[in-house]
Structure formats: structure tokens, C-alpha cells
């Protein structure tokens, strides 16, 4: 396994649009998380997942946000109704289960919202 | 209101010197402090971490000094090498590593 991979790299989309990105975690990591960065910030923290339970959702996960992990492996997050304030680097990361362990961070997908 | 400060947006180094990355943040009860690297086009990539009930933890160029009192941690780099330059995230957590808060980054540059 060479790490968390994430689909697509790049999508542009017109406002109104509907998305949707994909995440493969590290296969033996039961953890998942989705972050958003913009520029000139640090991720900040959407939802995290363990196995297919999301425990955690951030206030900055609007209801346009959906997030799953049907099988406690890959996760996709789908943003309906597009907004450019949506326009941002999208980071899907995993890590194993319990207590001070680092995330592995996939590569991200930058989304342009025209 | 920003739990983790990285005041400075960018910082310049000869190559060979030492880099020195600060951090700051307000949230007493973090207990767990990691340091992510970030190239351009790539993920943030693990560096090193330290927990509180320690004030330092190295590993190789890299060591990490924590000052629990004055809610600071810093990033030492020695010797700064060129393949160094990238933008440092401090990231910390008040639930045993579980979930992490991120400052706004560093962007260093190690001069040839």
C-alpha cells in the first residue's frame, strides 16, 4: 500500500453543480478524515469516520455536505448545490485506531467552484 | 478565534544554519503536538510529534521543544538543507491525538 490516495486531483465545476470526491484510506487504518484548506490556512477539520461510524461532524459542514464510508474503507464526500466559497483544497486522511497516532494525508483535491 | 498561531507566514534560512519554527496556542487542555511538512501539489506529511508530559523529543536534523507554561512549542531544523523548504503546519489535540487543530502554517526557504 503506498498511502492515502484521493480522486480526482482537480475538478472544476460551474455553481449549482453537484460534486463528489473520493478517499482510499491506508487499508489497515480504521480511521478517516476530511479537512479543508484554503489559501494561506491550515486543514480545517469536516467529519471523521471510524470503520463506516462518522463520529465527529464539524459546524463548518453545512447541510450541502455529505460524507460516507459505507464499508469502513474508501469515503467520498459530496458537496450538492456548489458555492465559489467552496472553492478549496480538499484532504482525506487516515490513521489506526487509538490514541496518539499521526494522520496520513492524501495528496487532496482542489476544487474551483466558477 | 485561532486555538494554534503560526505568527510568522514565512521565514528564510541559509543553508547549513538552523531553522527555527514557532508555535503558539491557546487551548489549555492540548495535550499532543504534531509538526506536518507540505510540499506544493502534495498532502501535509507527518515530521514529528510530542505529547505534554514532555518539553522536547528529537528526531535526527528535527527536534520539537515544548514550554507547556507558556503554551509555546518550536520546531528546530539543524543543518537546514534546501529539500527543507516547504510550509511547516503545527497541528495540536486535547483528545489523546484523536482529532487535531492546525495553525495557518510557515513557509520556509532554505537558501543555497
Known amino acids: 500500500d503506498t498511502g492515502v490516495s484521493q480522486d480526482p486531483r482537480h475538478k472544476i465545476t460551474k455553481r449549482g453543480q453537484n460534486v463528489t470526491f473520493r478517499c482510499d484510506p491506508i487499508s489497515e487504518h480504521n480511521r478517516l478524515y476530511w479537512y479543508r484548506q484554503t489559501l494561506g490556512q491550515g486543514p480545517e477539520f469536516l467529519t471523521y469516520?471510524?470503520?463506516?461510524?462518522?463520529?465527529?461532524k464539524s459546524r463548518l459542514l453545512s447541510d450541502r455536505f455529505s460524507a460516507e464510508r459505507p464499508k469502513g474503507s474508501f469515503s467520498t464526500l459530496e458537496i450538492q448545490r456548489t458555492e465559489q466559497g467552496d472553492s478549496a483544497m480538499y484532504l482525506c486522511a487516515s490513521s489506526l485506531e487509538g490514541t496518539y497516532n499521526e494522520q496520513f494525508f492524501g495528496p487532496g483535491t482542489r476544487l474551483t467552484v466558477l | 478565534d485561532q486555538q494554534v498561531k503560526q505568527n510568522s507566514p514565512s521565514l528564510s534560512v541559509q543553508e547549513g544554519r538552523i531553522s527555527i519554527l514557532n508555535c503558539d496556542y491557546t487551548n489549555s487542555m492540548f495535550d499532543y503536538f504534531l509538526w506536518y511538512k507540505k510540499y506544493p501539489a502534495e498532502g501535509p506529511t507527518f515530521l514529528i510529534s510530542?505529547?505534554?508530559?514532555?518539553d522536547k523529543n528529537e528526531d535526527g536534523r528535527f527536534t520539537v521543544f515544548l514550554n507547556k507554561s507558556a503554551k509555546h512549542l518550536s520546531l528546530h531544523i539543524v543543518p537546514s538543507q534546501p529539500g527543507d523548504s516547504a510550509v511547516y503546519f503545527c497541528?495540536?489535540?486535547?483528545?489523546?491525538?484523536?482529532?487535531?487543530?492546525f495553525g495557518p502554517g510557515t513557509r520556509l526557504s532554505v537558501l543555497p
Open positions: 510530542i505529547s505534554s508530559i514532555k
Open positions: 469516520f471510524q470503520n463506516e461510524a462518522q463520529l465527529e
Open positions: 497541528a495540536a489535540s486535547g483528545d489523546y491525538g484523536q482529532n487535531f487543530v
